[in-house]
């Protein structure tokens, strides 16, 4: 090297190097502008998330709610009818394992509509009835335990109901007639 | 979503389609593009000069799309910076960020150094808006003095050496994000960088030799034989280490036990076996090998020699995209069941689909074109024959 | 399949009402009163999830129940059941809920199809599986995350957040157990929360609330003496793909070794 660097020879090396600064001080302001102010609060995420995920709603209805009402018939008006008849019978009976939606489908609505305003028309919950509700549990597939009582298509009085299997048809008697689903073991029912 | 057999978990598709084979695939070219220039700029190597430059503009043109396949893919583009701000240090993904950034960086640092005293002189000489344009280029600096040039070559020497291991890295990074992933028998492998990086170099050289014999056939000229026989050696070169690296991965696979490799190798087989044999094996690396041996061992003449040159390095392109394509699409057909698999149908049009990677699969192509037709980088080559 | 003394006993105890099923079914319950109460504490808690598959009856219920709940788009489920029928010649046959729906029939039921490819009497054992995300303690969709959009909650629940995940997949193949999915409507990764939602309101997540026989249990095991706790101290337990040591924290009561 003959001579030293003089600035006329690194002229454009500053001015790249303005660039560049310019460019990474625009990438800093814009991740501190971006970045929300609860990532890092509990780990390397947003914690605001948490609360997010914790405040999404409810929708299935707990059988605790389904009690504040219907839990005993002293809860009734005197000139209420009794709101939930079979309640003993269920918990003692043999569907006392399920739980309020398995057969009432998710209660939300009525549950909303009766907290909301409690005078109002009592709320019928429609219940599905359709012998298909039944089946998903008692209709005899591979691998389902035969221990539970599996509907047999080949009793008489059970001929109808595979032609509405069959058809998919909306409208037909429940199993319910002549199961009680509150008391399915009913010893008058299983002769 | 495709067809099914057997059993596979209910939420199971193939997730990374088309966009994730032709990302990995810019990348790799980008990487391998580089090792050229390198060459050249590092290690003097005289007889592939012709292509440095050329090989430096490729490199730009292809590491500048090899994220917009990514950001096709994503579910959110728009939160895409979110990588860099906030990455997460145990992902492969979020360091791929920020190296892919740097080496960006680098690369359109050499190219602005080595390109200079063009640009300069593009922009006292033209007039217009094409005068404005050259001189943004410039950063206001028109002049280039003696001494500025020294240092400038100082400094093109520095990059270049800083971006042999960013090239590694960038590549290796991408084979990382693959072979993290324990889940998916076929990726997991922590060497898998290894291969991502020698399949990168041979299918960049690969590359460049068409797109030299290519623009030398537009502009009229003859290509030159010492660097086309000096860059076929290196394409053989690299393209034995792969086949090397690959055949200890599968050595330590298949001889090894695990039933998930197995089943996801046959699976493989079955539904991929005529791009997995024919093309990545036979097509992709056997038949560039024998070429490539002909054209260095055997006496002929310079016209054959470049054209089984030219032949077996679009082979070798075939091989680095069908590799990527059994890999990532490949890797996903077996079920995580071990009792099933997907089977890939890709769709022509649609975000994910063949028509959108098509053409940014060509967007490179047509930036370098743009790009050569900006900074010529053949300028010295016309000075010499004139 | 004969039904066995044993077998006939482990039946009757779901059959036979107010048994475990019903004590586990308060068990976030009791919680709950004091801690509805209290403000929810991030700390504290050792969630765990119980499958006995002996129990299971393959009704759907908890894939419903949970797509109602959660929200799930139309051709994914955050958890569904599996049906495992080994022939007498020894070969293994799989289906799950799905499958039904992916012939597009009754898409609501997520009932398991009649098996018909096997004349009964070829039927050597079959049970049903229940699966859902397993919320390891060493989950590898974590770490692989670029963003930080999926995360371990202070609890140890994996929970995914669809206001920052940019949806590129990565944890979705990071997942041995193939419980991620990317949601088509958020176009974000999504997943079983074990119904985060619920259990910080003390409740327990749809599908254990759902299942008529208790093969879903849930609880917390932090609570000294809870049944959870008891379940985890003196039951045999197994996870799913041990090999991957992601430590799952839902275990499961008899795992059969077909099981994947």
Known sequence: ?191 | MGQLFGFVFPDERIYWQIPIVVYPFLTCIATGTFFLSTLDHLFKNKALKPVSNFALLASMAFVSFASLPLLVHLGHPERAFNIMFTPSIRSAMATFGYIYGFYLGLVLLEVWFVFRPQIVEFALASKGVKRAFYSILTLGVREVTPGASRIDHGIIKLIAFLRVPTACVLSGYVGLIFGTLDAVPLWSWRLMPLIFLLSAVAGGIGLITVLYAVAMKGKGWKLDARCVRSMAAYLLAFLLLTGLVQFINFLRSNYGDNPDWQFAFQTLKSEFGFSFIGLQLIAGWVAPVVLLLALLLMKMKDGLRSALAVTSSILVVVHLFTFLWNLVIGGQLASRTLRGSLSFQPELLGKEGILVSAVIAICPLVLLFILTKILPPYQKKVEAAG | MRVNRRDFLRYACLIVPAGVVPLSRRLIGATAESSAKQKYSLEGHKYAFIVDSTRCIGCGECVRSCNMENKVPEGFVRTWVERYTTTKSGKVIVDSTYDVWRQRKKAERFNFEELKSVPAADISKAFFLPKLCNHCANPPCVPVCPVGATYQSPEGVVLTDPNYCFGCGYCIQACPYGVRFKNPITHTADKCTWCYHRIVKGLLPACVEICPTGARQFGDAAIAGSPIAQVLESAKLHVLRKDFGTNPKVYYIELNPEVR
């Open chain 1, 1 to 191: 090297m003959p001579q030293g660097i003089r600035f006329k020879d690194i002229r454009h090396i500053i001015h790249a190097a303005i660039l560049i600064v310019v460019v990474m001080v625009g990438f800093l302001v814009a991740r501190a502008l971006t970045v929300p102010k609860s990532f890092g609060q509990y780990g390397h995420y947003r914690g605001d998330s948490i609360h997010e995920n914790q405040d999404l709603s409810v929708i299935l209805e707990n059988p605790e709610t389904c009690r504040e009402c219907h839990e005993s018939e002293l809860k009734r008006k005197p000139d209420e009818p009794a709101i939930w008849p079979g309640l003993d019978a269920w918990r003692k009976g043999k569907h006392g394992s399920l739980t309020c939606a398995n057969c009432h489908g998710n209660l939300k609505e009525h549950v909303e509509r009766r907290r909301k305003d409690p005078t109002s028309e009592t709320f019928v919950v429609t219940k599905d009835n359709r012998p298909q509700l039944c089946l998903l549990c008692h209709h005899a597939i591979v691998a389902r335990p035969k221990v539970l009582p599996i509907f047999d298509p080949l009793r008489e009085e059970h001929a109808s109901y595979l032609e509405v299997l069959k058809e998919e048809q909306e409208e037909v008697i429940g199993c319910n007639t002549c199961h009680p689903s509150y008391r399915p073991h009913d010893p008058k029912l299983s002769e």
